[in-house]
C-alpha cells in the first residue's frame, strides 16, 4: 500500500470499520483496469487510491468529511458533495460509489446518474456498494457496542438496493454486473456507458 494520508473530520474507524471498508474495496478489484483515473465518491481517508495505486494514474476523492482540499502526488481530495463540487470538464474511467447511495435522497439519484453519465468516458464504469436496509439494525449495535465508528449511519434512510438497477440506469449507462457479498448483507452493481 503507497503512504497516504488524508486529513479527515469525525469519528475515526475502528478495527471493524476497516475490514468491512476492505471487503468493499476489495470488489472493486476485477473492475479497475490499470492506468485508469479514478473518481472515489465519499473517498473518506483514500483507501480505495492507497489499495490500488498501482492501477491507478490519477485519482479524485471527494467527501464533504475531508478537513481541507489537497493534492497529494496524483490524487486530489476534495471537500465536497457530489456532483456540486466538481467543475470542469475532467473525465474518468471509472467513479466509486462505496457505501454512499444509501445516504442520498432516491430523487437526488437522476441528477447523481446524469453527472456519472457526463463525468464518464465511452466504457467507463459506476462500481457501486449498497448495503441491505437490514444492515442499519447491525449497525445501530455494532456501534452502541461501540464496535464500529457509526460514521454517518443516521443518514441511512431505509433504502433498497434493488431500486438502484433502474435508478442509475438510462440508454448510455447499462448495468453489467450485480452481486450480493459480505454474507448477503451487501450488494455489488457496476455500470457500463456505453
Not at 486529513?7 to 476492505?22: C, E, H, K, S, W
Not at 467507463?124 to 464500529?148: E, K
Request: net charge neutral; hydrophobic share 45%; aromatic share 8%.
Amino acid at each position: 500500500m503507497t503512504t497516504l494520508t488524508v486529513p479527515i473530520v469525525g469519528p475515526q474507524l475502528r478495527p471493524l470499520d476497516r475490514m468491512l471498508r476492505a471487503w468493499r474495496i476489495h470488489k472493486v478489484k476485477s473492475y479497475l483496469r490499470r492506468g485508469s483515473a479514478v473518481l472515489d465518491v465519499g473517498c473518506h481517508d483514500g483507501a480505495l487510491f492507497r489499495t490500488f495505486a498501482d492501477r491507478i494514474t490519477r485519482g479524485v476523492g471527494l467527501d464533504p468529511t475531508l478537513d481541507h482540499s489537497a493534492t497529494i502526488g496524483r490524487f486530489r481530495f476534495i471537500v465536497g458533495a457530489f456532483p456540486s463540487a466538481l467543475d470542469g470538464d475532467e473525465r474518468f474511467d471509472a467513479i466509486a460509489l462505496l457505501a454512499v447511495l444509501e445516504h442520498v435522497d432516491p430523487m437526488e439519484l437522476p441528477l447523481w446518474r446524469d453527472a456519472c453519465e457526463r463525468l464518464l468516458v465511452p466504457g467507463g464504469l459506476v462500481i457501486a456498494t449498497v448495503p441491505s436496509p437490514f444492515v442499519d439494525t447491525v449497525l445501530d449495535v455494532l456501534t452502541r457496542l461501540h464496535l464500529i465508528a457509526g460514521m454517518s449511519v443516521d443518514e441511512h434512510h431505509g433504502f433498497d438496493p434493488a431500486g438502484v438497477p433502474s435508478l442509475l440506469s438510462s440508454p448510455s449507462l447499462t448495468l453489467i454486473a450485480q452481486q450480493r457479498f459480505e454474507l448477503g448483507m451487501n450488494n455489488l452493481y457496476v455500470f457500463r456507458k456505453t
